[in-house]
């Protein structure tokens, strides 16, 4: 299952604005300083904090031959805050963070969260309504991250094959939502809410007027919304019907996915101009080989940040997308 990094992230990319001063505009030159900071937000807490960040900073220490300290900071606006006071140089942050410190601050996205090996994802629009959403029979897809298999519509996926998870896909299909029970989850849920939201107007859909809104809390609540009857069709990430499956193990009869959204960008790391780029270049390097190291960074990256890897792929326009979404919801 996801963890609600994004989510709550929206709340910290919301919280700044794109207004403020940028970081100074000189090119880094070559000479390196003799140490950096790194600001994330971890998974962990309390006395566990230290022992996990420890082995990470001592990696790229060791690799660097530089000091690498790491901070925590509160939430994830706070990291795009210590870039630009100069405080931490590189930041392990969400996708709204993202987008704040590359556009506020000339960072640079040097890499991006890898999760259940994808960097990207889709909200998913299901329904337990097939004959009004679904333009032929739903068919079986395996979701290889608990092995289950799940109904799909509109080519969605292929039968019988595994499920890849990959939008925009049938959204057209929303338009037939209109005058529907829609359950959305809070106004800072990317997959519960504001990609769906922002699909739905683009199709014509006043989301305010033309839907009755059904609020839940959760991606799992959302998919038994759809499942319990309480909604025609719901939001959530691709796949949360794996969340309830086992206390209704006939999920894939009573909530069928029929579109999936833009995908939304994970989070990833971004690394102030002011670091010299080949600092920045081996930088970037060792902590795309960081999960790979050894069975103990593995599993430091999990619980550190809730990664299974990073990626160099950093597919900017998805995050330039994401701020842009972020900004209809700013008010």
């Not at 609600?4 to 403020?20: E, N």
């Not at 960097?119 to 679904?134: E, F, G, I, L, M």
């Not at 092995?147 to 799909?152: A, R």
């Not at 839907?211 to 038994?224: M, S």
Request: aromatic share 6%; hydrophobic share 45%.
């Amino acid at each position: 299952m996801r963890k609600t990094l994004i989510a709550s992230g929206a709340v910290a990319a919301l919280a700044i604005t794109l207004a403020g001063c940028a970081a100074a505009d000189e090119p880094a030159d070559g000479e390196w300083p003799e140490s950096i900071t790194i600001s994330l937000v971890p998974s962990v807490e309390g006395e566990d904090l230290a022992q996990a960040l420890d082995p990470l900073t001592g990696y790229l220490s060791d690799n660097l031959d530089i000091e690498v300290n790491g901070v925590v900071a509160n939430n994830y606006a706070a990291t795009v805050e210590a870039l630009g006071a100069d405080q931490a140089q590189v930041i392990i942050t969400d996708a709204g963070s993202l987008y704040n410190a590359t556009q506020q601050y000339d960072a640079e996205l040097i890499l991006r969260d890898v999760r259940f090996g994808a960097t990207s994802y889709a909200a998913v629009a299901y329904t337990n309504d097939p004959d009004t959403y679904c333009e032929d029979e739903p068919v079986m897809a395996n979701y290889d991250a608990s092995g289950i298999e799940l109904s799909y519509c509109n080519g969605l996926e292929e039968a019988g094959a595994s499920a890849m998870g990959q939008g925009p896909m049938g959204v057209e299909a929303l338009a037939n939502a209109s005058g529907a029970e829609v359950a959305l989850q809070a106004a800072t849920s990317p997959a519960g809410y504001q990609y769906p939201v922002v699909a739905m107007r683009e199709l014509g859909i006043d989301t305010d007027a033309d839907i009755d809104q059904i609020p839940v809390e959760g991606n799992n609540n959302a998919v038994l919304a759809v499942a319990n009857g309480d909604a025609e069709v719901g939001f959530a990430y691709w796949d949360a019907r794996t969340t309830v499956a086992e206390e209704m193990p006939d999920i894939a009869d009573k909530a069928v996915a029929f579109a999936y959204t833009e995908m939304i960008p994970n989070g990833g790391v971004a690394a102030s101009s002011t670091l010299p780029d080949d600092l920045a270049a081996e930088l970037t390097t060792l902590l795309d080989e960081y999960a790979d190291s050894s069975d103990e960074a593995a599993a430091v990256m999990f619980d550190l940040v809730g990664l299974s890897d990073w990626s160099a792929d950093t597919a900017e326009d998805e995050i330039t997308r994401y701020g842009e979404i972020l900004e209809q919801f700013a008010n």
